[in-house]
């Protein structure tokens, strides 16, 4: 089974890779993707990683966090059992996946608390469970990857040429858009401003990359 994000987009004519993927599940039960410039503990905060007893354990803080919008997964008893330990913190320690503010001290490079996919991703940790580097690891990947996060449709065409708005503007406009757009995340009055603003500040940066990633090419 695939586990994807509502906004994640399918791209049909990278299926055979999509199989290749799909290929470890032969010896693993379930499998999620890391990448590499996201640390743990940037992205958690510390009241998760006390309660599941790894606040200074750096094989949990330091290693990349496990995202959440894609999953492989057969159903088997560990599949369920890493599945229902996540949902008890929903019913149990809500607090865990919220925005309010951790009682235990966060690490200075700390964030934001990433909510369900904290959870997940140590969750996986601890289940000692595989992960594939994400696709936005290099150009290669970008464009064989048969399925993309990119959260809302409008931003990312099908067949991913980038001829969206964004790709007309030169870096320095990129940059200061992707610096408001990060306060604008943060402050913005309402959920749903505050949502999109950094949907568009998550969609530069993706632009910002593929085009460094295009120059060392």
């Given at each position: 089974?695939?586990?994807?994000?509502?906004?994640?987009?399918?791209?049909?004519?990278?299926?055979?890779?999509?199989?290749?993927?799909?290929?470890?599940?032969?010896?693993?039960?379930?499998?999620?993707?890391?990448?590499?410039?996201?640390?743990?503990?940037?992205?958690?905060?510390?009241?998760?990683?006390?309660?599941?007893?790894?606040?200074?354990?750096?094989?949990?803080?330091?290693?990349?966090?496990?995202?959440?919008?894609?999953?492989?997964?057969?159903?088997?008893?560990?599949?369920?059992?890493?599945?229902?330990?996540?949902?008890?913190?929903?019913?149990?320690?809500?607090?865990?996946?919220?925005?309010?503010?951790?009682?235990?001290?966060?690490?200075?490079?700390?964030?934001?608390?990433?909510?369900?996919?904290?959870?997940?991703?140590?969750?996986?940790?601890?289940?000692?469970?595989?992960?594939?580097?994400?696709?936005?690891?290099?150009?290669?990947?970008?464009?064989?990857?048969?399925?993309?996060?990119?959260?809302?449709?409008?931003?990312?065409?099908h067949d991913w040429?980038?001829?969206?708005?964004?790709?007309?503007?030169?870096?320095?406009?990129?940059?200061?858009?992707?610096?408001?757009?990060?306060?604008?995340?943060?402050?913005?009055?309402?959920?749903?401003m505050r949502k999109?603003?950094?949907?568009?500040?998550?969609?530069?940066?993706?632009?910002?990359?593929?085009?460094?990633?295009?120059?060392?090419?």
């Amino acid at each position: 089974m695939i586990y994807a994000d509502i906004g994640c987009e399918f791209i049909p004519k990278n299926v055979p890779y999509l199989l290749q993927q799909l290929e470890c599940l032969h010896n693993n039960d379930i499998v999620g993707f890391h990448s590499e410039s996201t640390k743990e503990k940037y992205w958690t905060k510390a009241d998760v990683f006390l309660h599941f007893g790894v606040l200074d354990n750096p094989k949990f803080t330091e290693s990349p966090q496990i995202k959440g919008g894609v999953i492989f997964m057969k159903k088997s008893n560990k599949t369920l059992r890493i599945i229902d330990e996540w949902l008890q913190i929903f019913y149990n320690h809500f607090h865990l996946v919220t925005d309010s503010p951790s009682r235990t001290a966060n690490y200075p490079e700390f964030q934001e608390n990433r909510h369900d996919q904290s959870i997940f991703s140590l969750l996986m940790k601890i289940h000692n469970c595989v992960t594939l580097q994400d696709y936005m690891s290099t150009k290669a990947s970008i464009e064989s990857s048969a399925i993309r996060d990119s959260r809302d449709k409008q931003f990312l065409p099908h067949d991913w040429n980038l001829s969206y708005t964004w790709e007309s503007y030169s870096p320095f406009v990129l940059y200061l858009s992707r610096i408001l757009f990060a306060i604008l995340g943060r402050i913005s009055p309402t959920s749903k401003m505050r949502k999109k603003s950094r949907a568009y500040c998550s969609q530069i940066k993706w632009i910002e990359k593929y085009r460094s990633l295009s120059r060392e090419n």
